[in-house]
């Protein structure tokens, strides 16, 4: 029979034992567990990062505020054993994805290359949206990207998604409404010259097609999906720009976007609160969806946050995590200010430096 202090010992070297056992072996004890059998990872709350030292302006009057918006990770955990398993069995916060779900066919070193990408892009939509909030000119539109030409039309095998269309028999293209205007002064069965540009190396070619007609309204037809602008933030007066560290993905676009507001006027754009904040934002000023933001919501809580602001479609997650802390789900830039303003945070108004 074991004593007490026995039994204490013994379930000590069994929880020993389990923090070495890969969590892959619980699909051998588990049988149909197919999370864990197809290489977990587990998603946990990260950290709340204060934003407002992460500015870095020059030739501009900054004002430090006495709020703070906090951006929120998730930590993500590849080296599961069992005992990680159980946790998440019973601790909501803990969330096993498979591994293939979060990384694709990426490597480690290529899923860090990928979010670094992902955050330089979010940084640059963060600036400009925030600067065009405050009506300054940031952006300039370069050219037309897609993400694939449609199978069969005149663009397939022509064109491909790292190209960049410029022109369009000469007349430039510089935003997706310019497309449309220039195709719709032409007709199906022209032939035309598309100059396009390589993503990957800069090199500028002509090329030379047949309009089809548009299977939906007839109009002239190039045949290319996910249409969108190629932009590149335009020489300013000042510069301005944000330091992401070793933060990565495009979760902080709003959070950035609003810290920028904050920085670049003065008032209290929080009313002196600590606001948590996650979504991606886009150059028309939405709010993209993030994912992991129950355990983003748990990050935002121990940070002592007084209020989360999250996609509209991530509020029940958020919900679940955030305890007493109030939840606001806004799906545009204007709505998250409207949430601060409403909790007590003063309005933004036009640049003054």
Known sequence: MLTLAGSVAALAVVGVG??????????RIVPGDSVVDEDAVAFMPGTAIATSGRVEADGIEVFDPDGEILLLTVAIDSDLNVLDWVRSSVDDAIELRSRASV???????EQR?????????SKDAATIVALEHLGVDAADFT????????????ADGLLEASDVILAINGE???TVESLREVLAELAPGDTVVVTAESLDTGERRDVELTLDAHPDHGGSFIGLSGITERVERSP?????NIASGAVGGPSAG??????????LTPGELTGGKRIAVTGSIRLDGSVGDVGGVAQKAVAARDAGAQMIIVPEASVDKALSGAGDVPVVGVATLD???????????EPVGRLLG
């Open 172 to 174: 430039p293209v510089t």
């Open 335 to 345: 709505e998250a200010l409207q949430a601060l303003e409403g909790a007590g945070g």
């Open 18 to 27: 389990l923090y070495f056992v890969p969590a892959q072996w619980a699909g």
């Open 103 to 109: 990384y694709g066919d990426r490597s480690d070193a």
């Open 143 to 154: 050219g037309v990207l897609f993400v694939e030409t449609v199978a069969g039309a005149p």
């Open 236 to 240: 300013l007066p000042f510069d301005v």
């Open 254 to 263: 709003l959070a950035f976007a609003l810290v920028m507001l904050d920085v």
């Open 113 to 121: 290359r990928h979010n670094r990408h992902l955050m330089d892009g």
